[in-house]
């Protein structure tokens, strides 16, 4: 019989070891997928190991190939780290390995997402009785929000989408800003809404949607109609000006759906919050946990203001299905998914750990290093600044006396790259090639900012 915390005490060294030489370690991993592949694979084993050799085996296997992603010094994508509080209830859950569909499969599960959903509304300033659920990520996030206006507005057009399904249903009109994430786009196409059936509404320099576009694109289409406007776009972090497109989209009749994976963060900061004005009037939300509230992978929260409508478009009922006869709320209905990890946790845990003004000083503290690390790189001839850095994104652009500046900017982030002090991805920006730097980490310091914009600018200079 094997015994049950084997391997335990191993996995907690080399996580302590990890953790430990973090903020030192290149950020870049040292091998790629070949290398972890050739430590690691092989044909499929007859006989198995003890768990502890499984471990020791694993970490000197996967440990060159992982990226310091969780460290102060990784500004690719919108990643963030693990608050340990978060990290350490995230262990938990996997020790514990509840399931987190049903009451009857685990009511603490149950209960602290009830208990995090409200503080999460709380956060935000979400209507109190909005439906939350708990996910992977934005983007399911977002599929669940969007399932859940496709029931309602399709239902208000008298049809039972989950009964009848899309063929020969009203049509649907969606209408997103110009700089919408691709994973709206995503999760409209499992939804049955393909990317060439979606308005665009113009977008201006900074990526906000334009109000006067979205009017005249609704004012354009009958029928029901849903409005995907978005708190953060992913290069400039802008925000789109939220009020105004709730007034139009209400007085077209269509359902306002938010995507805020982390810019909806902005509303837990009394210094931020201005830029989410108006972000409560609309009828779903989407965000992530495991951004800016730095949770560890994965994790994600879709609020919705309509109850019923996202019950409707996600709850199964099956006679095995054993549903409390007490509890109005069984955590499976909010989700697409039926098992799942108790992700409420790590949730709990993060918000706890800080409580709103450690929420609020978390993401002033980025957006106030994001400025910093802009005003180092745009005092370097040759970098600009393409954003208004209004929150934690900087997109940055080598921009040589002569010479070609896409191809100075590609060249400058190889160089980044190469020297694995931080780690930056790239983007296009308004046809210009750029590179994004996002300042989402919790351990992220004054000291990490100085030395990677120094990093950057010798890339810039070589
Ligand atoms: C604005 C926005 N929406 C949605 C997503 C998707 O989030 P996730 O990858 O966590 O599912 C992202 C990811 O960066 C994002 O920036």
Known sequence: MLDRTAGLSEAAQHAVEF??????????????????????????????????????????????????????????????????????????????????????????????????????????????????????????????????????????????????????????????????????LGALRMLGIGSRQVVSAEADAQGRMLPDALDAALGAVSGPAIVCAQAGNVNTGAFDPLEDIAGIARRHGAWLHIDGAFGLWAAASPALRHHTRGVELADSWATDAHKWLNVPYDSGVVFVAHPAAHRAAMSLTAAYLVRSADEPREPMDWTPESSRRARGFAVYAAVRSLGSRGIADLVDRCCRLARRFADRLRAEPGIEILNDVVLNQVLVRIVPASGDADAATRAALARVQQARVCWLGGTRWHNMEAMRISVSNWSTTEADIDRSADSIIEAVRA
């Not at 050739?38 to 502890?52: F, I, N, Q, R, S």
């Not at 963030?80 to 399931?99: E, H, K, R, T, Y």
């Not at 997402?113 to 939350?132: C, I, K």
């Open 19 to 184: 953790l430990a030489g973090l903020d030192e370690r290149p950020v870049a991993a040292r091998v790629d997928a070949a290398g972890v592949r050739d430590v690691l694979g092989g044909p499929l084993p007859e006989h198995g190991e003890a768990p502890d050799v499984v471990i020791d085996a694993l970490v000197a296997g996967a440990e060159p190939g992982l990226v310091a992603t969780a460290g102060p010094r990784h500004f690719g994508f919108v990643i963030g780290g693990a608050l340990p509080a978060a990290l350490s209830a995230d262990w938990l859950v996997s020790a514990w390995d509840q399931n987190a569909a049903f009451h009857s499969l685990s009511p603490a599960a149950a209960a602290i997402e009830e208990v995090t959903a409200a503080w999460a509304r709380d956060l935000f300033g979400l209507p109190e009785d909005a439906s939350v659920g708990f996910v992977t990520g934005c983007h399911t996030a977002n599929f669940t929000a969007l399932a859940a206006a496709r029931h309602e507005m399709l239902r208000r057009a008298g049809w039972d989408v989950e009964a009848d399904g899309l063929n020969g249903s009203p049509t649907l009109r969606v209408v997103v800003g110009g700089e919408v994430h691709v994973s709206v």
